[in-house]
């Protein structure tokens, strides 16, 4: 079996859905939590200035979801062939760009400018993602009818995204804590979720 590291800092947020796919199967990683004040002196030392990173046998990935999308095929929860993998794509990169969207507003320099975009955010944004989220989740999962890594993914990064568009986003949205109890439900990532470090994001 390979050996994998992952580096990230000490949250959840983008390294969160590579933990997942590993615990799922209870494939055995190091979990390198960077601590803040240490990220300039080695932030030159990553291959674009940024994290997560990806260690296998000691060769480097870079990119969280081509990284996570790798991991997937390892632990088998892609399609069985191009169409289903594009079901599944199309999933993920939906929720990956509603948490850009949030994310983009979370990270508003501009106080002011901050609280005008929220506005269109929780009143525009958020409703109609969630919307075409929930429509997509229609029998508990993402893609193809069954446990995929969409799946994963999605509740790999929700706190991430709960946090940053500060409420719950799968309140009321019964599709989508389906999702999220199913996953939670898998014994490899009940067990992670159990022993991980407690952070916020």
């Known amino acids: 079996m390979?050996?994998?590291?992952?580096?990230?800092f000490n949250v959840k947020a983008l390294a969160?859905?590579?933990?997942?796919?590993?615990?799922?199967?209870?494939?055995?990683?190091?979990?390198?939590?960077?601590?803040?004040?240490?990220?300039?002196?080695?932030?030159?030392?990553m291959p674009m200035g940024q994290m997560p990173i990806l260690e296998?046998?000691?060769?480097?990935?870079?990119?969280?979801?081509?990284?996570?999308?790798?991991?997937?095929?390892?632990?088998?929860?892609?399609?069985?062939?191009?169409?289903?993998?594009?079901?599944?794509?199309?999933?993920?990169?939906?929720?990956?760009?509603f948490r850009m969207k949030i994310g983009a507003v979370q990270y508003e320099p501009d106080e002011e400018v901050q609280k005008?975009?929220?506005?269109?955010?929780?009143?525009?944004?958020?409703?109609?993602?969630?919307?075409?989220?929930?429509?997509?989740a229609a029998d508990g999962h993402f893609a193809l009818g069954k446990l995929t890594w969409a799946d994963l993914y999605f509740v790999a990064v929700l706190d991430y995204l709960n946090y940053?568009?500060?409420?719950?986003?799968?309140e009321n949205r019964p599709n989508l804590n389906k999702v999220k109890e199913t996953v939670l439900a898998l014994d490899g990532i009940k067990n992670w979720v159990a022993k991980r470090p407690q952070t916020d994001l």
């Open 164 to 170: 940053m568009a500060k409420k719950d986003l799968t």
């Open 116 to 136: 005008k975009k929220r506005v269109t955010l929780d009143n525009e944004t958020i409703p109609f993602y969630l919307e075409k989220l929930e429509a997509m």
């Open 2 to 8: 390979p050996e994998y590291k992952i580096q990230y």
């Open 56 to 97: 296998v046998d000691g060769k480097r990935a870079h990119q969280s979801l081509a990284m996570t999308r790798y991991l997937a095929k390892q632990v088998g929860l892609v399609g069985s062939n191009d169409w289903e993998d594009l079901e599944i794509d199309m999933a993920v990169d939906t929720i990956n760009d």
């Open 16 to 45: 969160e859905p590579l933990r997942f796919l590993l615990s799922y199967k209870n494939i055995p990683f190091e979990d390198v939590r960077i601590k803040s004040e240490d990220w300039p002196a080695i932030k030159n030392t």
